[in-house]
């Protein structure tokens, strides 16, 4: 209309740069915040295995020193406990990768009437609070007059590491295209080959991290372990009774070196893969 001022909406300017950026590297910027978060703490540990405290106690830098690292074992009982929670883990791996194994197989290629009652079993250690376990193989142990100590630590630990095996494998098993094992049938095959040549090399990765991740929760354990041990120490239990005593800087060496480890196995498995991939 004459005389009417225009009232049109102003032109929306571009963001800048930085704000641009920032949405092109928001995804970026936050994974390497929270990867930065949960390293931390592991950074904290290995700085304070070169510390040379005043008192017992290991919380406040005084000066460097690689004492502790020369003499990992310099403290009385520590690397026995550390051996024996290797031992066990080692063990407790074997056991719960063997049988989860065959129990996800069962579960994944397999109608049977006990089906899904299985399933939602083996979901119940992983879904319950550890001290409720704890508590519940202790009275079992009791009742049937098993003496505490290497033993019931072992079968706790393939316990609870059986579910998350099971669920790795029968993940895995799942997700196998069938015709890939009816092709080897047809190939005159027979059934132990398919399994050793086709079926196990396609489900080795599940096996692979199912076996790892129960390695790591067996020897990180410390509320089933406390409840069923007896008068036995893990490694676990003697970092928490050395906590209340003092700390010594030899738990932060061993903290650092397997932490150490767990980077260089990540890194060789990464390495491996992807030369794996070049060469196919």
Known sequence: MPGHETTSATAVRPPNRAVRWLRRNIVTIAGLGT?????????????????????????????????????PCGVADMCGSLGLSLEIAVWATVGATVLGTMIAFALA????????GVNTLIFLPMAMPEVVMAASLATLFLNMGIQFGFWTILI?????????VVTAVKARVMSMDPRLEQAAQDLYATPAQTFLRVTLPIAAPGIAAGALLSFALSFDDFIITNFNAGSTVTFPMFVWGSAQRGTPVQINVIGTAMFLVAVLCVFVGRTAGKKRRQRS
């Open 109 to 116: 290629r397999y109608r049977f009437r006990a089906r899904s």
């Open 156 to 164: 706790a630990h393939v316990m609870f590491c059986l579910s998350f």
């Open 35 to 71: 990867l930065g978060y949960l390293i931390l703490p592991n950074l904290v540990v290995m700085v304070f295995s070169f510390n040379k405290p005043n008192g017992r106690f290991n919380y406040q830098w005084t000066r460097f020193s690689t004492d502790a690292w020369t003499d």
